[in-house]
Structure formats: C-alpha cells, structure tokens
T-cell receptor
C-alpha cells in the first residue's frame, strides 16, 4: 500500500538551475509533510517540512509547496549545487499518529 | 550536534539465526522508531516506541520482531529467526515529540543486515 509516491526515481540537473522533486500522496488524513535527504552509507537527514495549514515553506535554497486538493507536494532547490546530489525522500504523517510514511525516493544528480 | 548511533554498521547472519540491532537515540528524546529499507524500495516503518511500550507497529513487525529499551540509553531491535527477506538496511530514529507538526525524526546511519 503505497500511500506516498515519488514517481521519478532519478533526476539530473545542471549546476545553478532549479531542481524540482515531486511527491504525491493518497491519504487525505495526512497533514504534515517532510523532505529528507540521504547520502550513501548515511541515514536520512531532515531537510524541510510543511504542515497542511500552509501551502509553501521556504528555507534558504529549499522551498516546499503543498497542493492539498491535488494531494501533491514538491521540493524546489534553487540554485542547485553539486553537493545537493543525493536521494530525496518525501514523508507524510497524520498529526495524531506516530508513524511517518515514506516514498521510494528520487535520486538527484547535479552536474557541475 | 547530537546524533543517533547504530551498531553494528553491517551484520551478516545465517537464515534462522537471531540478530540484535542496537541503537543509542538522542539522549533527551522520548519517541523511538525502527524503519527499514530493502534495496531499491521505500523506507518502511516497522515500529514506534514510547514510554517503554510499543505505540504503533506495521504489518511487517510480526512475532519474529521485538524491541526493547533495556536501559536509559539503548534501544534494540531483535529478529528471532531471520529470513532471507529480512535483508535490508535498518534505520533507528528518535524524536522528542513524535510525529507532530514541526517535529522531525533524527535517523542513525543504519545497520545493513544480510541474511544468507
């Protein structure tokens, strides 16, 4: 049961350009969303989050957009840097629960 | 910066053997989790633990799995009789408020379990 989906397994972007990573979810009860970044041989590290009362949250080069009606969120990285090359996971939770549901990840490669 | 530590980083075991994966969560955190990722697949929730008991578990977390917080610092995942399909990267995570708004999980670097 794939409640959080990342349909693009990989993405390549030129350095300095915008990276857009997408995530869809099926459970309308989700009200809190996060993006994690993962380097090889390391655990996922928190990047940015958004609650369902917002439609945008920005932190430096990273912006997350939430479209509740479409059950879609996206992560924008501007400008992309080679150090951003990693696997990005989208995750979602229900505020009353204890579980985060993760997508399958998108591998981002930023080409110098 | 405080971090979640996991040991060992790699564990190889024979099918049917018991394994114990160890984690030291961040010291002031109260919620603890185990997740796993089979190669090429999504990160899957196994179990959450709060106040010395399981608060939520997934279908994967069957009777072969157990968790324990034997002392004030360690959090362990035991697999009693490993199967080939248990081969995965196992991540421990902790947080101080659970899956609430403005909360995030801190993950360890994982234990790669290989069942032969």
């Amino acid at each position: 049961d794939q409640q959080v989906k990342q349909n693009s397994p990989s993405l390549s972007v030129q350095e300095g350009r915008i990276s857009i990573l997408n995530c869809d979810y099926t459970n309308s009860m989700f009200d809190y969303f996060l993006w994690y970044k993962k380097y090889p041989a390391e655990g996922p590290t928190f990047l940015i989050s958004i609650s369902s009362i917002k439609d945008k949250n920005e932190d430096g080069r990273f912006t997350v957009f939430l479209n509740k009606s479409a059950k879609h969120l996206s992560l924008h990285i501007v400008p992309s840097q080679p150090g951003d090359s990693a696997v990005y996971f989208c995750a979602a939770s229900i505020n009353t629960g204890n579980q985060f549901y993760f997508g399958t990840g998108t591998s981002l490669t930023v080409i110098p | 910066e405080p971090e979640v530590t996991q040991t060992p980083s790699h564990q190889v075991t024979q099918m049917g053997q018991e394994v114990i994966l160890r984690c030291v969560p961040i010291s002031n955190h109260l919620y603890f989790y185990w997740y796993r990722q089979i190669l090429g697949q999504k990160v899957e929730f196994l179990v959450s633990f709060y106040n010395n008991e399981i608060s939520e578990k997934s279908e994967i977390f069957d009777d072969q799995f157990s968790v324990e917080r034997p002392d004030g610092s360690n959090f362990t995942l035991k697999i009693r009789s490993t199967k080939l399909e248990d081969s995965a990267m196992y991540f421990c995570a902790s947080s101080d408020r659970g899956a609430l708004w403005d909360e995030k999980l801190f993950f360890g670097s994982g234990t790669q379990l290989s069942v032969l």
